[in-house]
Each structure stands twice: as C-alpha cells, then as structure tokens.
C-alpha cells in the first residue's frame, strides 16, 4: 500500500529496518538539511530520536542518503520504494583555498618521503649500483614522445575549440576581479572583493571573459638543457619563457623549431652526487630525421575562427572541447610521473625539471626572509593546469540565479560548464561538485521549508 508522498528539494535519510517476525521489510522515511557532511550535533539529535540507534532495530539496518519523496508530517503510514546506488557521491567538497599566508602542503608528506628514502637505503645496501634510467641518464622516455606531441596538440585543440565556442555561449569576467561566470547573465551573488567593493556592495561588473580568463596561463623558462645547471638569478630576463604545458611536452620529446633543447643519444657519466660529463657521441652516425613524423597543430588567429552555425554543431564542438580537455590533463599527469615538476610552496611559480631555479623573484608571504628566493616542491596537477571553478547553471534558458538560493547551487571547472551548456554529457566525475542530483527550490517558500 503507497502513501501520498510530496516531493521536496531536501536530502532524504531513508531507513530500512528487517525484522525477523515481520512478513515484509519496514521503511520509514524522514527529512534532514542538506549539508556536505554531518557535524556531529546533528548525528547525536538523530541518535537520540531513534533514527540512528542500532540497538533498537538489531544490526539488519541500512541507511542511504539520497534524494526521495517525503511523505506528510500528518501521514504516518508506510511506503514502498527502490534504492538506487552509486559510486560517485552525490556532493563532494571543493578544493581547499589557500590564503597568501598560508604554504602549499606537500603532496606526500615530508615523513612518509624520509621513510620511504631510509627503506630505499635498507634494500640498496649490499647492492651494486645500478645505472639511472631515462630520464635521469639524459636520454628521452621512447614510450612517452607519442603521448608527448599527444598533450601538446591536445593543448592547442583545446585553445581554438574553446575561442570558437565562447561566440555562441557568453563568458563574462569581473572588472575588478579574477571571478568569471558562464551563462547569460552574470550572477547575483556578492562576493566582489576587488577595488571599490564597498561602493558597489560586494557585486561584479561584468565584462567579456577573453580565453586568459578560462585558462590561466602559467609559464617556465625553457631549459636548453634539462640537466645543466640552474638558472641563477643574473640570468632571469635572458631565458625564455613559454607555457608550462608546452616545456613540459618539448622535455618529453616534442621537438619546436622555435624551441631548441639539447638531446642526448648516449646515457651520462656521473662523476658525483651532482655532477656529470656527457658521453662521447664521435662513433655514432650522424643523426637521421625521424622517418616517422608527428604532425604539430597550431593556434588559430580569432579572425579565421568560424562559430558554429546551430547547436548540432555546439554540440559537437562542446563534446571536442571536453574530449581535448580530458585528454591534456589525463596525459600531462602520466608525463609529470617521468619528468619532474616543481612549483614554489608560496607562489604559483612552476618550474619543469629536476631542480627549480635560482631566480629571487617571489614576492608572496614573508618573502623578505628567503630573500625572494621560492620554496620550490612536488607539483600536481592542478599547480601546472589550474582549475577555474565557476557557478553551474541548471536550465540556460530559466530563470536566472538566485542570490537567496545560493547554498543550492553547484560548482564546475570553466571549462566543463561552457562544454555542459554548449550540449555535451557532463562526465561523472564533475558531477559530485556540480550537485546535479540536489532538487533545487523554485522560490524562497520553498527554501525556507528545508528543515
């Protein structure tokens, strides 16, 4: 027997109790706040109403938070229903902010890489030295030049696909701050802390976004030699600098002929921890071209950008974008893996080999103290590609955002919001952030009836 169920915007706690003497399991349902997570308030008033206690029911008992009909406060009859289970939650944390005054953790602690170093130590004892491979010996990883000209064309489709698709879906930046927002109209919310916020009241003034705002551009200096010696700081303004994507990519084996780097066809010869000569290269033949060409892509000018005519063909640019997007990131993480890359712990200062640089010019956080010199550790992938979070839109062509119904709404990366209203299928792991399975009320009753 069903019972008159009214659906809400609220999370659902959903309790099924089986008892051996009864014919059929019992459900009892019961409406909470939506929350991220549970405070441990709110987890000890469920207890003590019975909702959690185990020893009431036996330890037959599943809980399942998820979205649900609730049935009346008045109603207290029973009601049959389905669980439907997935892997990825239903709402998931964003990244920590870090403030200017506070260091980047590292990304393995510095205890577990003192202990991994000293195991290392124990197995090597008693042990012949082994030879370095690629590409700490100077030569390249055969296996990753294919993935390398892979990301880099990945880099620039993505580039051209995304000045083409921000024709047909608007992108608008803030005039006094780095906040963006993608949809047809900026959003609502007060979160302005650039110049003249207290004459504006927290609000955005919103401008056209240009791809710089999208993609944050990142650079390095670009080694001609990967493993020579460090760039001091007399040298900063002599050395190029191009995106870290790009150096990274011609370490890995790209080959620009803007961009020469130094390639070695026969290992090193280390004489210490830190020093090394390179082997005699007289006895080898003379190098021939790779019969094997890798074709090179290359940015487009915005006049010769065509925007698409319809939205079939949005949506098949916005399902390129997320395919070229997916791609860079996916393969820049397995290249990271062979070829090192530091960032500082203070800036966003990235530099792609083994050892940062010498170059005094950090100005975060007490910087007085190192004498701008960076406090350079492991990077990830987010310090080499920075994500770019912006507000998701449910329905384009709704009604705009809301400023008192902000705790409802989701999060996405830049990129994938422009691709997600450009058409294409937001993939499943953005879905946690984006909060698209959270029901969002139509108006402030609504709202203000969430318990």
Sequence with gaps: MGCACTQYPVGIGVVIHDRSSASSPKLECFSVAYQPRWDSLRFNAFRRLGFLNSSKYGSKELKLPLMFKVPPRTSSRSCSTFVIKSDIPQNADFPRYYSKKEKKPFPVPIVELRRAARERQKNKAGQPRRPAGPPRNGLLVRRFIPLAYEVFNARVDLINNLKKIMKVIPVH?????????????????????GQKTDVRKGLHEWTEATIDDILLPVESYHLFDR???????????????????????????????????????????????????????DDLPDP???????HILTELPTSELVSPSDAEETTLLAEQTLEAWEKMRNGAQRLMKKYLVRVCGYCPEVHVGSSGHKAQNCGAFKHQQRNGQHGWQAAVIDDLIPPRYVWHVPDVHGPPLQRELRSFYGQAQAVVEICVQGGAVAPEQYKSTMRLDVGIPTNIGEAEMVV
Excluded at 173 to 193: D, L, M, Q, T, Y
């Design 173 to 193: 930046a803030c005039k006094w701050c780095n906040e963006i927002h993608v949809g047809p109209v900026g959003h609502p919310f007060k979160s302005c802390r």
């Design 227 to 281: 493993l020579g010696k460090r760039i001091p700081h007399e040298e900063r303004f002599s050395v190029p600098r191009v995106p870290s994507v790009v150096e990274l990519c011609i370490q890995a084996g790209v080959e620009l002929p803007d961009l020469p780097t130094k390639r070695r066809r026969k290992p090193i010869i280390r004489v210490g921890k830190s020093e090394f000569i390179d082997a005699n290269e």
């Design 288 to 294: 021939t071209p790779d019969v094997k060409k890798y």
